[in-house]
């Protein structure tokens, strides 16, 4: 019984000794040698000139939110079109129904003008 377990055990480990190991032997390793040029902010280059907690306009998170939901819708695309032969007139309907149901968001947000950047 708990020898069916055992593959799950070694990916597991397997898994932290990958993921930890670097991380380890990097800390152990690396000479620790900090002085005030390493310890300094870093930004570009150069000091840093506002405050790390700036506020964003909203725009910015609103298209990254519209792509992150395009490109989701989009991705459903893909297992569908594998077995298009297979779904036969239903499965075109009903894809046809979710792209409508796409293209009618995608002209609402453009006429709402959340596609522009000023």
Not at 61 to 68: D, E, G, H, R, S
Not at 89 to 99: D, E, N, R
Request: aromatic share 20%; hydrophobic share 55%; net charge negative.
């Amino acid at each position: 019984m708990l020898n069916d377990y055992i593959p799950v055990l070694l990916f597991i480990l397997t898994g932290l000794l990958v993921g930890a190991g670097p991380m380890v032997a990097g800390f152990i390793l690396a000479p620790h040698r900090p002085d005030s040029e390493k310890n300094s902010p870093y930004e570009c280059g150069f000091e840093a000139f506002e405050d790390a907690r700036m506020q964003f306009d909203v725009r910015y998170y609103l298209v990254a939110i519209l792509f992150i939901i395009f490109d989701l819708e989009i991705a459903f695309l893909f297992p569908w079109a594998v077995i298009f032969k297979q779904l036969g007139w239903y499965g075109f309907s009903v894809m046809a129904v979710f792209l409508a149901i796409l293209v009618v968001g995608f002209i609402y947000e453009w006429k709402k003008g959340a596609l522009e950047w000023e």
